[in-house]
């Protein structure tokens, strides 16, 4: 298991709003997925 904290996203939601943020996290995830095994979940 790992754990991961996307640093300053909270930053991306009060400069932008709450759907920029969503999108950060969002290619956070598009990216740790590419990098892992089919058999491997990631999960918010």
């Known amino acids: 298991?790992?754990?991961l904290d996307a640093d300053h996203c909270k930053r991306a939601n009060?400069?932008?709003g709450?759907?920029?943020g969503e999108a950060v996290l969002?290619?956070?995830a598009k990216y740790l997925d590419?990098?892992?095994r089919p058999s491997d979940l990631t999960a918010r």
Do not use: G, K
């Open 14 to 16: 009060d400069t932008w």
């Open 26 to 28: 969002r290619l956070v």
């Open 1 to 3: 298991m790992l754990s």
């Open 34 to 36: 590419a990098q892992m």
């Open 18 to 20: 709450h759907q920029i």
